[in-house]
């Protein structure tokens, strides 16, 4: 009975037939069949082996691995135990072949499919018609025939396919609803043979089978995505004929194709977008604005309506990336286009059963070949070649475990977030303005950190500190290579130190000029963007020009790596005068990575799965509590006391035990240098500590300072110091009535600073944007008491308020080379805190402007600060750092120590909020 259903199943098609075939023959067998004479026997494997048949069946409607798997193994025991003249034979070789030629669609295995074509060619001399299976039979062995085919990429054998698959159709009722499928390989054997020979016969024939399989009763079975597939290879193949007649017939194909099918289905949504692809590309040869224009209508439905077919989404995604890049579609489009294919192939293999990981193997290559392809192409925008280089990076290590080579793949992982890197600092370079340098390291670094937790992975600590120095801090990066100390070039050839100071300069200056900051927005007229135009042809000149300077640099002998990435031993020399805390915190896995100068290698703690969400937590909520810091301090105090409590538990507990373990003695210093999110957190008062009579925070374990990046620190440590009598810098809003205690504050520093140093102040008339700057030209230390604004978006524009409207800009300090400075205490509202909407890898906030600048010493504020704590704090703070007893071109390199002194005054003495003694930083030697 259950074979009986089967056969009726092969007539009509019908799922019902196939349903009941399986319950039949799932039931025990009766016991007679159960004792070993030979008859009964093979009556159990003719039981197994019908039973296999409608299995193998039941995966073309509903893939399930394990049906496919049992299948082969009854099937294979039958053909093993039954005599050759076996009635059954026939069928159990037509089903055997159908299985292996599905497993080779999960392998590649090209064996797997010769098997496949051995067995139903011994079926098709057994199984004639009027026998009902012979139809089935026909589809099958023709459908083999073509894979075989497009595997070998032979035309032959591909017209054998089709003799046989369109035999099938004929022996196949019109009714039936695998006659869909037919004319859908019958589609596939054209379409490969049109691709090897580009006979014009070959596609009618292949778009007249396709349009029959899609207008045909259509069920989704296992062939269906490869179908699909098929289908929207050979229209991107017509995309790019450049016949225009032809062009202007496919165009009209699609529209009327479009009128027969349903909205939102795959079918439609391929169709959607070969349309637009059709269109954008005439546009491009003639010029048409409205094929533009309806190109772009195309696209945004394309868009909008996803395909309703998880299976069939890998094809889907591959078509919208293959035609974004090649035909460079431009701006937002082009992006959510590139992010719409990954996203959508991702979907596809989560999808999949993980049994295919083998076939998925092989789709993931394809795919990775098709990006790096893009990648490697110098005429596709750089943007855009980076932004497809980040998606190559991730999808490889994504897969990674899918590819053939487990050590191979790891180096590919790596060379692909290498490219990314290069990419993206040559980007950086290219950018004529330091704004829009900014903007693009904003829209493009985000996989920097995702590359440094991927070296972690592979146990490569130090690829992962290189990695993070190379691609953070981009932008003082580029510009402290501008600065370049010369002094062993000078001694080797003085004529050369001066070409690059003289081109270096240049460039700098041009990149730094305020005249274009604003030339990236979208309001741009036509005369600015001629201007910016000329700005970049002459940063490309200077730019030839210093990178010729600096190849013949790097040929003296000492100096090969002048100006390169540093490498691990370099950026170790960081932890000479303490242990560096690097924080990475990336999606993958987060990481505290402890530099420490007596040991080679670092220490790597990983943190908690958790912790990359909580952290963004945390964030936002310390960022939704500032906005009420002066209305409600408590509420802050108590969000920040939550924050600095998960701080501890989750990070800094473990970094504290690792430095005790390590010998670091008690209130020594130690230095964070935080990534993404992190580095909006107080890492600084972490706490409380358990155990004890008093609340204790880490300020009371060790002495806290932030460094930007590693570089950054050793820059601010082994700056030279000029010779010069020392002079100090003060610098006040007099007479605010926003800030009344400025003047008290004004005071005190001037009182406590000795008075055999020259001491200028500016306040009142005499404060101004080119007085401050003359001043702090010449001056070694400086103290600001005025207002500290940010600027969302544009941290460039982010400023100290002065004067009658007056301001300092960050764009301001960074243009700045201050030879004498050495130290800044910035007494101003969320000078160390970044804008909203910045890039978060850059750093870019007032504090680390004046360290760039030349100040290799500074004291900030996280978010605002209260009047009243300037006086205060500034007393509390001068009467410890000058009470050291150091040298006094030292005296500098203590603040770290009078900060934490005059900070724990506050909490112990004054017993103020949580709130306003966390609020101070230092950063930097």
């Not at 590139?338 to 959508?344: F, H, S, Y």
Request: proline residues 4%.
């Amino acid at each position: 009975m259950g074979s009986f259903l089967r056969s009726r199943y092969y007539a009509t098609g019908k799922e019902s037939y196939l349903r009941r075939s399986i319950t039949i023959l799932r039931k025990p067998p009766p016991d007679r069949i159960l004792s070993p004479d030979t008859l009964a026997r093979h009556t159990r494997f003719t039981l197994k082996g019908s039973l296999a048949c409608s299995l193998s069946l039941r995966f073309h409607i509903s893939p399930r691995l394990a049906d496919l798997d049992d299948a082969v193994k009854w099937l294979v025991a039958a053909l093993e135990h039954l005599p050759t003249n076996h009635p059954t034979r026939a069928s159990f070789l037509v089903h055997i072949g159908d299985c292996y030629s599905c497993q080779f669609d999960q392998t590649g295995d090209k064996d797997l499919l010769k098997q496949a074509i051995e067995c139903l060619e011994d079926a098709r001399v057994i199984c004639t018609p009027p026998d009902p299976m012979y139809p089935f039979l026909l589809r099958i062995t023709g459908d083999a025939h073509a894979k075989m085919a497009r595997f070998l990429g032979k035309a032959t054998m591909t017209s054998e396919a089709i003799h046989i698959l369109e035999s099938a159709a004929a022996a196949h009722p019109k009714s039936h609803p695998d006659c869909s499928t037919i004319h859908g390989h019958i589609g596939q054997a054209y379409s490969t043979r049109f691709l090897l020979h580009h006979e014009s016969s070959d596609l009618e024939d292949a778009m007249t089978a396709f349009r029959l399989s899609f207008s045909s009763h259509q069920r989704h079975t296992y062939e269906t995505p490869a179908i699909y597939g098929a289908y929207g290879n050979l229209l991107l193949a017509l995309l790019y004929r450049d016949n225009h007649h032809d062009r202007g017939e496919f165009i009209q194909a699609y529209r009327s194709s479009l009128e027969n099918m349903t909205q939102g289905t795959y079918l439609w949504t391929k169709t959607v977008t070969a349309l637009a692809n059709a269109l954008q590309r005439r546009f491009i040869l003639y010029g048409f604005e409205e094929d533009m224009q309806e190109s772009l209508k195309y696209y945004r439905w394309a868009l909008d309506v996803p395909p309703n077919s998880a299976g069939s989404e890998a094809d889907f995604d591959r078509f919208i990336l293959n035609s974004a890049s090649r035909h460079g579609v431009v701006g937002d489009t082009r992006r959510r286009m590139l992010e719409k294919a990954v996203d959508l192939h991702l979907a596809a293999l989560r999808h999949t059963p993980l049994e295919t990981v083998n076939a998925l193997g092989i789709k993931v290559r394809d795919l990775l070949r098709s990006l790096n392809d893009i990648v490697d192409k110098a005429h596709v925008t750089l943007p855009h070649r980076l932004e497809v280089a980040s998606v190559h990076a991730a999808l490889s290590r994504r897969f990674m475990s899918l590819m053939e080579n487990q050590i191979e793949s790891e180096a590919a992982v790596m060379e692909s977030y290498r490219k990314a890197l290069d990419l993206l600092e040559l980007l950086v370079a290219l950018r004529p303005t330091v704004e829009t340098q900014h903007a693009s390291i904003k829209e493009q670094s985000g996989f920097v950190l995702s590359a440094a937790s991927f070296c972690l992975d592979m146990l490569n600590p130090r690829a992962a500190v290189e990695v993070l120095e190379q691609g953070r801090g981009l932008l003082f990066s580029e510009m402290r290579g501008f600065r370049a100390s010369l002094e062993v070039l000078e001694e080797s050839d003085k004529t050369l130190a001066e070409a690059f100071t003289k081109t270096s300069g240049e460039l700098e200056r041009l990149i730094m000029s305020s005249r274009f900051q604003y030339a990236g927005g979208s309001t741009m007229d036509i005369w600015m963007r001629r201007s910016l135009d000329k700005i970049l042809d002459q940063k490309q000149a200077l730019q030839m020009e210093f990178e010729s300077i600096t190849i013949r640099i790097r040929a003296i002998p000492g100096l090969q790596n002048f100006l390169r990435a540093r490498p691990f031993e370099d950026l170790r020399k960081a932890a000479d005068e303490g242990p560096v805390i690097v924080v990475n915190h990336d999606k993958h896995r987060c990481d505290a990575i402890i530099l420490h100068k007596d040991y080679p290698d670092p220490f790597v703690l990983e943190l908690h799965p958790g912790f990359y969400e909580e952290v963004r937590t945390l964030d936002a909520e310390l960022r939704d509590a500032r906005q009420h810091i002066r209305s409600s301090p408590k509420l802050y105090n108590s969000v920040l006391r939550h924050v600095l409590h998960v701080l501890w538990e989750s990070l800094v507990e473990r970094v504290v035990d690792k430095l005790e373990r390590l010998g670091v003695p008690k209130k020594s210093r130690i230095w964070w240098c935080p990534t993404s999110v992190l580095a909006n957190l107080p890492l600084h008062a972490a706490g409380p500590i358990p155990g004890g009579a008093t609340l204790r925070y880490l300020p009371d374990v060790y002495v806290s300072s932030y460094t930007p990046t590693l570089t950054a620190l050793i820059d601010a440590r082994a700056k030279p110091l000029t010779n010069g009598a020392l002079n100090r810098l003060v610098v006040g809003q007099h007479g605010s009535s926003i800030l009344p205690k400025a003047n008290d504050e004004i005071r005190h520093v001037v009182d406590l600073l000795p008075k055999e140093l020259e001491i200028n102040v500016l306040s009142g008339e005499t404060l101004s944007r080119d007085s401050v700057l003359e001043r702090l030209n010449t001056c070694h230390w400086a103290h600001l008491a005025c207002h500290g604004r940010l600027k969302a978006g544009n941290p460039f524009r982010s400023f100290f308020e002065l004067n009658d409207g007056e301001h300092l800009t960050l764009l301001d300090l960074v243009q700045t080379r201050l030879p004498n400075a050495q130290f800044a205490f910035l007494s101003a509202c969320n000078s160390a805190q970044q804008s909203p909407g910045s890039a978060s890898e850059e750093v870019l906030h007032l504090a680390s402007a004046m360290q760039f600048s030349g100040f290799g010493s500074v004291v900030g504020t996280m978010w605002a600060m209260s009047d009243e704590d300037g006086p205060t704090l500034s007393r509390y703070f001068y009467t410890a750092i000058l009470r050291r007893d150091v040298a006094e071109e030292e005296r500098y390199r203590s603040a770290a120590a009078a900060l934490r002194a005059a900070t724990l005054r506050m909490r112990n003495r004054d017993c103020v909020g949580l709130e306003r003694w966390v609020n101070y930083v230092h950063i930097g030697a």
